[in-house]
């Protein structure tokens, strides 16, 4: 018979860490949470920061909840805490201030780092990253002006990042590793498009929604409509990508509308 759990603490109160912290509430979890999170911040979803963020000179950042909605949910919210130890023995794990907590149940959440570039370290160029809020205000600054812009990264992130930046008039050369066949933008979510951050494409009725939304200026599936052969087309071939074991031809019809999008001045290397 296993021992009852009383407390759980989550190490990352990033989009995972505060989704997972509800989920322990909305699952009937009566013990203690204790939420630790690296940044300043409270939980939100990364998605805004090179979407809405970018969209807008003026765009807010969007919190999953504020922090007297955590304490109301009684979920000890701990930010600036970054956990850098874990002792499994003694079941605690300690923070860069030197802090200590106790768990009965670990929960490991602290995501992942853009990979950095050695050969541009001190080379006197503007090298950006984008993971969090403070690099997505930086690079929105920077981008109030003209320029020429380089994107390394050809997923989603770095997508978004071109196509906005090009909508303010910028150029922009966008570098990636994989070829349009491979593992270029989505691959792993080939098949996963969403017309939200968590209803998958597959899901009962989402296609129709989707379709909908692309006539939608506001929404994330826009596309402005347009007399357009190779738009058509797509839009045609799209519903039809669905199916079990066409991973490549999903790719294919990512990366054909991007190509078609209104991206003006991108370059897709």
Known sequence: MSARIDNIVIAGAGQAGGRAAEALRTRGFQGAITLLGEEPHPP????QLSKEMLHATDAPVTYMKQTRDWDQLKVRLETGAAVMNCNTDRRTVSTADG???????????????????AALENSGLDVQYLRNIEDALRFRRSIQQKSRLVVVGGGVIGLCTAYYAAERGHRITV??????????????????ITPSHFVPLAAPGAIRLALKWMWNPESPFYMRPRLDRRLIEWAWRFP????PGVEKGRIRIIFQ?????DFGQVNLT
Not at 44 to 47: F, L
């Open 240 to 243: 039809r990508q669905k199916r």
């Open 175 to 192: 570098f990636d590793r994989a070829s349009e066949t491979d593992r270029g933008c989505s691959y792993g979510n080939a098949g996963m």
């Open 99 to 117: 802090r200590s907590f106790c768990y009965g149940r670990l929960l490991v959440a602290t995501g992942t780092r853009p990979r950095r570039l």
């Open 44 to 47: 939100y979803e990364r998605p």
């Open 257 to 261: 509308a991007v190509r078609i999008g």
